[in-house]
């Protein structure tokens, strides 16, 4: 029975090396409110190549077990997160989610923001507000400290009309713009401004209603010159 324990361990072990070594896909969501306090979701997993590789029946047990391991929970719970893993797609992952009372108090206190970039910060002028991560942090082989990011999208979803920026994508639906990092990424800035006095607004609904409105005043005015030249000619 012992020799099966030892065995188990040994192949958690190594599994959880290969995961490491792998890499991890990250998604960062950051929501900022109207009232400029923040909602952060950060999504963590293992990467595609990983799973589909030879732990197929093992993805629930690895993603436990590394969350398990070297007081990840703790940590998590000492900062203020709570987690969960998330089983319902292909892929389990775990979701670690946090409210902020503030931009500022987000930008000091989120625990993900030294596995990027050394400076993270946000300046008010007027109505405008500006985020920016800068000094951006490569990760090099044999950094334990951190996590070996695959892949990781950061995602800052803005309330307001944004004036500047230097995302990667922007999903204009809801307002949401997105920065890729990826193995290799050499340098990496975040930078986004918004006016917190214009509030942003996308409602599919409302612009089918302008489109309505325009084409029946478009309709009425072909149909009033119409009866002017009907008119016209009958003189």
């Known amino acids: 029975m012992m020799k099966k324990i030892n065995k188990?361990?040994?192949?958690?072990?190594?599994?959880?090396?290969?995961?490491?070594?792998?890499?991890?896909?990250?998604?960062?969501?950051?929501?900022?409110?109207?009232?400029?306090?923040?909602?952060?979701?950060?999504?963590?997993?293992?990467?595609?190549?990983?799973?589909d590789?030879?732990?197929?029946?093992?993805?629930?047990?690895v993603i436990k077990e590394v969350l398990d391991g070297e007081g990840r929970k703790e940590y998590l719970t000492n900062n203020g997160y709570k987690y969960s893993i998330d089983d319902s797609g292909v892929f389990p992952f775990v979701v670690a989610t946090k409210r902020y009372k503030s931009l500022e108090d987000f930008t000091q206190n989120t625990i993900f923001k030294?596995?990027?970039?050394?400076?993270?910060?946000?300046v008010k002028s007027k109505s405008l507000v500006t985020i920016n991560a800068k000094?951006?942090?490569?990760?090099?082989?044999?950094?334990?400290?951190?996590?070996?990011?695959?892949?990781?999208?950061?995602?800052?979803?803005?309330?307001y009309k944004v004036v500047e920026n230097?995302?990667?994508?922007?999903?204009?639906?809801?307002?949401?713009?997105?920065?890729?990092?990826?193995?290799?990424?050499?340098d990496k800035e975040i930078k986004l401004?918004?006016?917190?006095?214009?509030?942003?607004?996308y409602d599919s609904?409302?612009?089918?209603?302008?489109?309505?409105?325009?084409?029946v005043i478009i309709t009425l005015i072909i149909i009033i010159i119409k009866i002017k030249?009907?008119?016209?000619s009958n003189f």
């Open 8 to 51: 188990y361990s040994k192949i958690l072990i190594i599994v959880f090396i290969l995961f490491i070594l792998t890499g991890c896909n990250v998604s960062s969501n950051i929501e900022i409110h109207r009232d400029l306090s923040v909602s952060e979701t950060v999504n963590m997993g293992g990467t595609y190549e990983f799973f």
């Open 53 to 61: 590789n030879r732990y197929k029946m093992m993805k629930i047990n």
């Open 114 to 122: 030294d596995e990027y970039f050394e400076t993270f910060e946000v």
């Open 135 to 159: 000094n951006f942090i490569q990760y090099e082989d044999g950094d334990i400290d951190r996590f070996d990011i695959a892949a990781c999208s950061i995602n800052i979803k803005v309330p």
């Open 166 to 186: 230097n995302a990667d994508s922007y999903d204009y639906k809801t307002n949401t713009f997105i920065w890729n990092i990826k193995r290799g990424t050499i």
């Open 193 to 201: 401004t918004f006016d917190k006095n214009h509030i942003f607004i």
């Open 205 to 215: 609904f409302m612009y089918v209603i302008i489109a309505i409105v325009v084409l």
């Open 229 to 232: 030249n009907k008119n016209k």
